[in-house]
């Protein structure tokens, strides 16, 4: 089964610089890569996702790079603010249309220092 | 319009006792999961249906069994809790929309406790 390694497991940054959390996976077939966050004693929320046709996406301040041949991505959010503070999880699957297992990598906990 | 609800939110129990956790979705979806997140964080999948259908059983006790009356709602059901079952059960649901994207919508968790 699929394997997601996620480093480092913490994190922290002064706010205003950038934060870059990297994940490696292990099963070649699979072909949809989410981050996943998740702020204290609440549920995890998608923040942006990447399949592997594509090999970099962007949103604002978020962007998701991923390498299919190293089996590696990475998340990278740039300009950070206080209320990125939170514990991103990494995650890879090979969707069957419907019945996606998703495996989670072990989070990182990111702080922003003011 | 809670996308995704699970009841009870805080679960405190003694060890042998058996307790049940509902999540109901009012997205449509038609598939729903069960995580667990223990206390290192860690979020792995124990159950997943499709259309009511169990399409993914991971390597779970069977003290632990999922119910799906219907594509809306997943209860989980645990006999015999042990220490070990403490931590927090998230529910979740998501649909395939063909366009690459196949966001899982969370609940907000059930904080379990077993005394």
């Known amino acids: 089964g699929e394997n997601v390694e996620q480093h480092p497991s913490t994190l922290s940054v002064q706010e205003g610089d950038s934060a870059v959390i990297k994940c490696t996976y292990s099963?070649?077939?699979?072909?949809?890569f989410p981050w996943y966050k998740q702020e204290l004693g609440k549920r995890p929320q998608l923040i942006i996702d990447?399949?592997?046709?594509?090999g970099e996406k962007k949103d604002q301040r978020i962007a998701v790079t991923l390498n299919k041949t190293a089996k590696h991505f990475s998340l990278h959010i740039t300009e950070t603010q206080p209320e990125d503070s939170a514990v991103y999880f990494c995650?890879?699957?090979?969707?069957?249309?419907?019945?996606?297992?998703?495996?989670f990598g072990t989070g990182t906990r990111l702080t922003i220092i003011p | 319009d809670t996308a995704v609800s699970q009841t009870p939110k805080y679960l405190v129990t003694q060890m042998g006792n058996d307790k049940s956790i509902k999540c109901e979705q009012n997205?449509?979806?038609?598939?729903m999961y069960w995580y667990k997140q223990d206390s290192k964080k860690f979020l792995k999948i124990m159950f997943s249906?499709?259309?009511?259908?169990?399409?993914i059983n991971e390597t779970v006790p069977n003290r632990f069994s999922p119910k799906s009356p219907d594509k809306a709602h997943l209860n989980l059901h645990i006999n015999s809790l042990e220490l070990g079952d403490s931590a927090v059960y998230f529910c979740?649901?998501?649909?395939?929309?063909?366009?690459?994207?196949?966001?899982?919508?969370f609940g907000p968790g059930t904080r379990l406790t077993v005394t």
């Open positions: 979740a649901s998501s649909q395939y929309h063909g366009t690459g994207s196949y966001e899982q919508y």
């Open positions: 099963d070649s077939a699979s072909n949809y």
């Open positions: 990447i399949r592997s046709n594509v």
């Open positions: 995650a890879a699957t090979g969707p069957l249309e419907g019945n996606e297992k998703l495996t």
């Open positions: 997205l449509g979806h038609d598939t």
């Open positions: 249906y499709n259309n009511k259908e169990l399409i």
